[in-house]
């Protein structure tokens, strides 16, 4: 018996032992081999790492946000803080963006609407939306939930902020508020040179 821990290479293919094959060793030493260069290939080049903070409350509300029209942040309420601080991104890092929770929007307006959206604040403070980080509901006095899923390329290095805002968006008063539970999780795909 050998030892192999596998080359830094991505085979495309890898040789599949068949009932024509032979009954050996040799006969599976390739594909095994193809396998091992694939999770030596992929190991070099990414770390996993999994940011994470969850929120689940018995009463109803968790937090909510004030009557906006521009997006603003949910304030922390109690030890409550609705974002995750991503460290040690470096460009061309992935981030692997999860949102769920329950919502409730309360207006008044026919044609009201609630909006949430998941942001990344750059280590240079500007606010990146990744594509498909935003939801909204026309669902006027009413609970449902909600989930985003995005990812976002990093194109700076330093610390991303990641963190959930909200605005309401025609007509009168309308308050949005997150309730019974949170959930925001985000994995770094950290590129190793």
């Known amino acids: 018996m050998a030892q192999y821990g596998g080359n830094d290479t991505f085979p495309e293919l890898a040789e ?3 009932d024509g094959s032979g009954r050996d060793a040799g006969s599976v030493d390739v594909p095994l081999e193809a396998l091992f260069d694939r999770t030596r290939y992929l190991g070099n080049r990414h770390v996993r790492v999994t940011y994470h903070v969850a929120y689940d409350d018995d009463g109803d509300s968790i ?13 922390p309420a109690g030890s409550n803080v609705f974002y995750v601080d991503v460290p040690s991104v470096a460009p ?15 207006a008044d307006g026919v044609d009201d609407q609630s909006f949430v ?3 990344a604040v750059a280590p240079n403070a500007s606010v990146v939306v990744p594509a498909g980080a935003s939801s909204f509901s026309e669902l006027r006095n009413s609970r449902f939930p909600f989930s ?8 700076q290095s330093g610390t991303y902020r990641i963190k959930l805002q909200g605005k309401t968006k025609n007509g009168g008063v309308g308050e949005i508020t997150l309730y019974h539970s949170f959930s925001l999780r985000v994995v770094h795909l950290k590129h190793k040179p």
């Open 92 to 106: 061309t890092d992935v981030l692997l963006i999860d949102c769920s929770s329950g919502l409730e929007f309360v």
């Open 16 to 18: 599949l032992v068949n």
């Open 63 to 75: 937090a909510a946000l004030a009557p906006t029209s521009t997006y603003a942040d949910w304030l």
């Open 148 to 155: 985003i899923s995005t990812r976002l390329v990093a194109a």
């Open 117 to 119: 959206r998941i942001v």
